[in-house]
C-alpha cells in the first residue's frame, strides 16, 4: 500500500507530517502530529481530521468561498482548542500535501495557532514548527476579549476594540468601545451597565422592525452617544472588524450631533466620537 503520510520533521514532541487529504490521518498522528494536509480547511475536512485529534492541522482557504466555507474549519478547530491555520490555496498544488509544505504561504489563522506564534503570511514550514514546538492557551469564553486600544483622545479617553460589550469594565465609563455584538434590547442592556463615553456595535443584521439597533435609543436617554455598523459588511463576534471594515448603519441622536454619519467607516466614526465635548 502507498505511504500516504511523509514526515518532515519529529521531535519528542510529535511530528510535523504532510498528506494529501485530510482524508489520510491515522491514529498515530492521534494528540501529537502536526497535519499539513492539501485538503481545504472547511468543517467537513476538519470533522475527518479529528476523528484522529491531532495536535495541530493546516489546510489550504480554497478562495475562502460563500460564507467563509472555505476556511470554516479554523473556528471548528477554535471551539476545540486546536491551533489551525489556513493557507493561500494560489501558491499549493492541490492534492500534494509534500508541495503544500514546501510551498504554502499562510492566509488565515484561528486562536491557538495564533498563541503558537503563526501569522498570517508566514511560510507553512515555519507555521507547522511553531504548532509543533508550542501548546496554546486554553482561556474562558471570558478571557478571549482581543481588547485593543486603537486611538487615544483627550482627556484620557480612549477608543478600545474588543469583541463584545460584556468585556467592558469600570474603567471604559470614559472610553469608546467599538464591539461586534448586536445592538438589540439586550446589547443595551450591557452597554447601560458598562456605561462607557460612547459606542459602536453591529446592527446584528438588523432583524424584524430593526430590533437588531433598538437598544441605540434606550441609550441615548441615557446620555450615552452610540451607532451601529452594517453587519454585512463587518464581521460578528470581530470588534477589529467593525472597527476597519464597518460602515455606520444607524446612529442615535447625541452620535449624529457630533458629526456621526450614515455610511461613514466605523473607524472616522468612533474618531468623532471619542473627540466629543462631554456634557
Given at each position: 500500500m502507498k505511504n500516504l503520510q511523509h514526515v518532515k520533521e519529529r521531535s519528542e514532541r510529535g511530528a510535523i507530517v504532510a498528506v494529501d487529504s485530510a482524508a489520510?490521518?491515522?491514529?498515530?498522528?492521534?494528540?501529537?502530529?502536526?497535519?499539513?494536509?492539501?485538503?481545504?480547511?472547511?468543517?467537513?475536512?476538519?470533522?475527518?481530521?479529528?476523528?484522529?485529534?491531532?495536535?495541530?492541522?493546516i489546510g489550504f482557504d480554497g478562495g475562502v468561498g460563500p460564507e467563509g466555507v472555505g476556511i470554516a474549519g479554523l473556528w471548528y478547530y477554535e471551539a476545540l482548542n486546536v491551533p489551525a491555520a489556513a493557507m493561500n490555496v494560489m501558491t499549493i498544488i492541490l492534492g500534494d500535501g509534500d508541495d503544500a509544505y514546501e510551498n504554502g504561504l499562510i492566509s488565515f489563522v484561528n486562536r491557538p495557532a495564533r498563541d503558537c506564534g503563526v501569522k498570517v503570511g508566514m511560510a507553512v514550514k515555519e507555521a507547522a514548527q511553531l504548532m509543533l514546538e508550542n501548546d496554546p492557551a486554553s482561556?474562558?469564553?471570558?478571557?478571549?476579549?482581543?481588547?485593543?486600544?486603537?486611538?487615544?483622545?483627550?482627556?484620557?479617553?480612549?477608543?478600545?476594540?474588543?469583541?463584545?460589550?460584556?468585556?467592558?469594565?469600570?474603567?471604559?465609563?470614559?472610553?469608546?468601545?467599538?464591539?461586534?455584538?448586536?445592538?438589540?434590547?439586550?446589547?443595551?442592556?450591557?452597554?447601560?451597565?458598562?456605561?462607557?463615553?460612547?459606542?459602536?456595535?453591529?446592527?446584528?443584521?438588523?432583524?424584524?422592525?430593526?430590533?437588531?439597533?433598538?437598544?441605540?435609543?434606550?441609550?441615548?436617554?441615557?446620555?450615552?452617544?452610540?451607532?451601529t455598523v452594517d453587519a454585512?459588511?463587518?464581521?460578528?463576534?470581530?470588534?477589529?472588524?467593525?472597527?476597519?471594515?464597518?460602515?455606520?448603519?444607524?446612529?442615535?441622536?447625541?452620535?449624529?450631533?457630533?458629526?456621526?454619519?450614515?455610511?461613514?467607516?466605523?473607524?472616522?466614526a468612533a474618531h468623532r466620537l471619542v473627540n466629543r465635548d462631554p456634557e
Open positions: 489520510d490521518l491515522m491514529e498515530g498522528n492521534r494528540g501529537t502530529d502536526v497535519m499539513v494536509t492539501a485538503s481545504y480547511i472547511g468543517v467537513l475536512p476538519a470533522r475527518l481530521a479529528m476523528d484522529y485529534a491531532p495536535r495541530g492541522v482561556p474562558t469564553g471570558y478571557e478571549v476579549t482581543n481588547r485593543t486600544c486603537v486611538e487615544q483622545g483627550p482627556g484620557g479617553r480612549q477608543v478600545i476594540v474588543m469583541d463584545s460589550i460584556v468585556f467592558g469594565t469600570e474603567h471604559d465609563k470614559r472610553n469608546v468601545l467599538v464591539t461586534a455584538g448586536h445592538t438589540g434590547r439586550s446589547g443595551a442592556r450591557h452597554i447601560e451597565t458598562v456605561g462607557p463615553f460612547g459606542f459602536i456595535c453591529s446592527d446584528g443584521g438588523r432583524g424584524r422592525n430593526d430590533s437588531g439597533m433598538a437598544g441605540l435609543y434606550i441609550v441615548n436617554a441615557l446620555g450615552i452617544a452610540g451607532a454585512s459588511k463587518a464581521r460578528l463576534g470581530d470588534g477589529m472588524s467593525t472597527y476597519e471594515d464597518g460602515l455606520i448603519s444607524a446612529a442615535n441622536d447625541l452620535a449624529l450631533a457630533c458629526g456621526v454619519r450614515i455610511g461613514m467607516p466605523a473607524n472616522e
